[in-house]
């Protein structure tokens, strides 16, 4: 029998109402972001999620951790909905629950140094008998991720440190609180090719140190193949790919994951794979369907395609895809 899930993601949805033009027959219309959408994490796992921007990533890692509500659908925590933590104690849900964004300019306040940015949930959270000994505790977390020397470090300004400095500091502030489970939403994206190994390399090892569990959300695959354990392919709110990431990845099963691969030429430098063009932009997601969503891009789409979303199919025991014409 398989353990169960740290993390599980059970049929969660997050549609937006339409506001645009007047609506004929004053028929309601939705944005639907993330789909009914079902997925599972362990501790110490990283799940890696990728598509294209605008497939609804970053909203399901915001739903996960309760910075949006679901319109349906729930996430559970060892086994509990987050509705529930939330509502009996918001304050130990935060702390159990990180996030880490995309862009390190935009997360620390420009008025504070580093030592109030760093001591403050720390205080907040009851972490530490005193004030000299979360000090400590910050200057030994600032050096080992890098930051030498972090009595320096604690007294500069957000404007005094590069962009990859401060993401490592994203990253210190969020496992201060020995969370059990992180949402990592492309958090090195906006960073210079030179350090985003290192960066990555942090996470990794603090993760796998405190058997945390992670979303590594991003759209670089070759990057999630190498930090994920399983990787999910979004598509306009759905998943539509999930399984072991050397699975997906060197033997993908949906003409989407298959189209995104075979342009992704850093992941094998030897390997020479023929590129699969996908024409036109995605639907709007203004109430798609009734098929399958990527039909009027699909290079295998057929009539039926156009008709029905199709079904969860099991290329093995840990590979899933949704498609009705690939093996």
Not at 114 to 127: G, S
Not at 228 to 253: C, H, R, T
């Amino acid at each position: 029998m398989s353990e169960k899930p740290y993390v599980s993601v059970e049929n969660i949805s997050k549609w937006y109402p339409y506001k645009g033009d007047k609506l004929i027959n004053h028929e309601k219309k939705f944005i639907k972001a993330n789909d009914d959408i079902n997925l599972s994490i362990q501790k110490g796992e990283i799940l890696g999620v990728i598509g294209e921007s605008g497939c609804g990533k970053s909203t399901l890692g915001k739903l996960l951790t309760r910075l949006e509500t679901p319109t349906a659908g729930d996430c559970l925590i060892n086994g509990v909905s987050t509705k529930e933590l939330i509502k009996n104690d918001m304050k130990a849900f935060r702390r159990s629950v990180q996030i880490i964004f995309q862009n390190p300019f935009d997360t620390f306040t420009p008025r504070d140094t580093i030592e109030q940015i760093l001591l403050r949930p720390l205080k907040n959270h009851n972490i530490g008998n005193s004030k000299e000994e979360r000090r400590k505790l910050c200057i030994e977390r600032l050096e080992e991720g890098g930051l030498v020397p972090g009595e320096d470090i604690m007294k500069r300004y957000p404007h005094e440190l590069s962009g990859g400095q401060l993401q490592r500091i994203s990253i210190i502030r969020a496992m201060l609180l020995d969370p059990e489970f992180i949402v990592a939403d492309e958090p090195v994206s906006m960073l210079d090719v030179s350090v985003r190994a290192e960066i990555i390399n942090m996470l990794l090892d603090l993760a796998k140190l405190h058997n945390t569990a992670v979303m590594f959300i991003s759209h670089d695959i070759a990057l999630t193949r190498y930090i994920s354990d399983n990787i999910a392919v979004m598509y306009l709110g759905k998943v539509v790919e999930y399984g072991k990431a050397d699975e997906v990845v060197n033997n993908p099963g949906h003409p989407y994951t298959k189209a995104l691969i075979s342009n992704c030429a850093s992941i094998d430098p030897d390997d020479e794979r023929e590129e699969i063009s996908i024409t036109g932009e995605p639907p709007t997601p203004l109430d798609p369907g009734p098929g399958c969503y990527f039909a009027p891009r699909c290079f295998m789409a057929c009539e039926k395609c156009l008709k029905e979303y199709p079904d969860k199919k099991n290329l093995s025991d840990t590979h899933w895809i949704t498609c009705m014409n690939a093996e």
